[in-house]
């Protein structure tokens, strides 16, 4: 595998369930993010995880809780998501957060999750 | 405030055509870093190209070309005899030094090359 890989590519679940999105890069870095992309928003911002510490909470509902076992992968826990959480959820891994900027991002190819 | 706008929600041409697509930032950071992803159906984020604020030297890429413009705080890309593989939807991004590297994304501009 080379990149950044997502699992599942397609979720559909209820609003009572719990579900988890993972991520896993094979690019030796050590920062990783989530991103939600809804239709007809931009991006948002949503985890930010350098060297496996929580930088960044994007004021995200707690009904969503991120996981950083290590560098190189990064979880996504769902629980209670209302409709209005169908989106595109993707991942992105960088050299280092703290690089003032200059690192790339490199995303997977993201989960679409439909909560019914 | 950091901000990037690209103004062009949609555009369609023909193979063959270039193609411009806009991407005007705001920011007060000095030091600031500009990128281009592409987002095909699949819905991965492809990088295309990264463009610190101290160089501002056109470049060019194959059919691929960045016009990046301090004083119009602008960061175009043009694409030259557009093909059908090119369509997609272009997001332009902004990253501050002092931001901690959050990347600030435009709404995306979705391009339709039509045969």
């Known amino acids: 595998e080379t990149g950044v890989t997502q699992t599942p590519r397609h979720l559909v679940m209820g609003m009572t369930n719990k579900k988890s999105l993972k991520c896993e890069q094979h690019?030796?870095?050590?920062?990783m993010y989530w991103y939600k992309q809804s239709a007809k928003k931009p991006l948002e911002l949503m985890f930010v995880?350098?060297?496996?510490?929580?930088?960044e909470n994007n004021s995200v509902p707690s009904r969503f809780s991120p996981e950083c076992p290590n560098s190189s992968h990064l979880f996504l826990h769902l629980h209670t998501l209302q409709p209005e959480d169908s989106a595109l959820y993707l991942c992105?891994?960088?050299?280092?957060?703290?690089?003032?900027?200059?690192?790339?991002?490199?995303f997977g190819p993201g989960t679409r999750l439909t909560v019914l | 405030a950091q901000k990037v706008t690209q103004a062009q929600t949609e555009i369609s041409v023909v193979e063959k055509e270039d193609v411009t697509l806009d991407c005007v930032y705001e920011?007060?950071?000095?030091?600031?870093?500009l990128f281009w992803y592409k987002q095909p159906p699949s819905g991965e984020l492809v990088f295309l190209i990264r463009?610190?604020?101290?160089?501002?030297q056109n470049e060019i890429s194959g059919r691929y070309s960045w016009n990046f413009q301090k004083s119009t705080s602008s960061f175009n890309f043009t694409i030259t005899a557009s093909q059908v593989v090119d369509s997609a939807v272009y997001f332009c991004?902004?990253?501050?030094?002092?931001?901690?590297?959050?990347?600030?994304f435009g709404k995306g501009t979705k391009l339709s090359v039509k045969p």
């Open positions: 992105a891994s960088s050299q280092d957060q703290a690089s003032g900027g200059r690192d790339t991002q490199y």
């Open positions: 690019l030796g870095h050590n920062a």
């Open positions: 995880y350098n060297f496996k510490e929580q930088t």
């Open positions: 920011t007060r950071d000095t030091t600031y870093y």
């Open positions: 463009r610190n604020s101290f160089d501002e």
């Open positions: 991004a902004l990253s501050e030094a002092l931001s901690q590297g959050n990347l600030i």
